[in-house]
C-alpha cells in the first residue's frame, strides 16, 4: 500500500474505482432501479441516457425519498439527481475525496472524455489507502 | 514486534465522527425512518430499544429493499440490520476504514462501554484526512 504521508505522487482515482459498475436509463421504473441497487448491493446508480450518455444519478436516498412521497412519482426520471458530480480516471484520489466530502455524497461516476461511465468510485474505497499506515 | 520507528499516531475515530447522529426505536415505522434518513440528509440510523441502547441499524438501502418487497413489511424491526458493526471514540481510524471496507458498508454507529450510540463515522469523513497530502 501507498503511503498517504509521502509526499509523492497521489494515486490516481484509476486505481481505487470499481469498474463495474451497474447503471439504469432515464425511463426505467424507480421499483426497477430498487431492485437493481439490491441485486448490485450498491447505494448508486448512474443514469444513462439513450446514448449512453451520462444524465443522473439515483441512490437508495432518492428511491426513499420516493417512499415519503408515495405514489407520486413513478420513473427513474422524475427521482434522480441532475447535476452529477463525477470524476474521471486519471483524477488525484485526495481531490474525488475533497468533492465526496464537500457535497456530502458516497460515490462519484468516473467518465471518460465523452461522459460514458467506465466506473465508480465511493468513498468506502478509500479505505483501502489505509493499510497498515500507522504504528500501533 | 514492536517497532523503534517514529511514525505518527492514528488519528482516533473521535476526531472524525459526527456527534449528531439522528437514530430512531425498533417499534417505529419504515415511513418514519425514511422520512428521518431524507431530514438528516443521511443514509444510515441507528436503532435503538427502549433503554437506548443500539440494537439494530437501518439505512436507504433496506428502506429500499421494502419498495421491492412491497406492503409485507412494516416496521423498522423489520427491515433492521441487528448484527451491527460498529466503532468506538478512542479506536484508529484506520481500523474504522478496514471494518467499512471489508463489509462493504458506509457508515459505523460509535458507541461508548454501555452500547449508547455517541456518534456516526461515515466514509464520507475519511476525506477529512487528504487535506493537502500529496504534491501536485
Ligand atoms: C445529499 S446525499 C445524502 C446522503 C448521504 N450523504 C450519502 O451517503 O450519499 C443524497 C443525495 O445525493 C445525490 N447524489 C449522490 N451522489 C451524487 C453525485 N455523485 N452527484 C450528484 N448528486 C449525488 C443523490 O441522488 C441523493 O439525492
Same mark, same amino acid.
Given at each position: ?45 448512474? *443514469?444513462? %441516457?439513450?446514448?449512453?450518455? $451520462? #444524465?443522473?444519478?439515483?441512490? @437508495?436516498?432518492? /428511491?426513499? !425519498?420516493?417512499? *415519503?412521497? %408515495?405514489?407520486?412519482?413513478? $420513473? #427513474?426520471?422524475?427521482?434522480? @439527481?441532475?447535476? /452529477?458530480? !463525477? ?50
Amino acid at each position: 500500500a501507498q503511503s498517504m504521508r509521502e509526499t509523492a505522487r497521489a494515486p490516481r482515482v484509476r486505481e481505487l474505482m470499481n469498474t463495474k459498475a451497474v447503471s439504469i436509463t432515464e425511463d426505467e421504473k424507480i421499483k426497477t432501479a430498487a431492485r437493481k441497487l439490491l441485486k448490485g448491493e450498491t447505494n448508486h446508480l448512474p *443514469v444513462l %441516457d439513450r446514448n449512453g450518455m $451520462l #444524465v443522473g444519478i439515483v441512490t @437508495t436516498f432518492d /428511491v426513499s !425519498k420516493a417512499v *415519503v412521497h %408515495d405514489g407520486k412519482n413513478n $420513473l #427513474v426520471r422524475d427521482i434522480m @439527481t441532475k447535476n /452529477v458530480i !463525477k470524476t474521471h480516471p486519471e483524477e488525484p484520489v485526495d481531490i474525488a475525496a475533497q468533492k465526496l466530502e464537500r457535497n456530502n455524497i458516497s460515490a462519484l461516476p468516473v467518465v471518460d472524455k465523452e461522459n460514458r461511465v467506465v466506473g465508480i468510485l465511493s468513498a468506502i474505497d478509500l479505505g483501502k489507502l489505509f493499510g497498515g499506515r500507522w504504528q500501533r
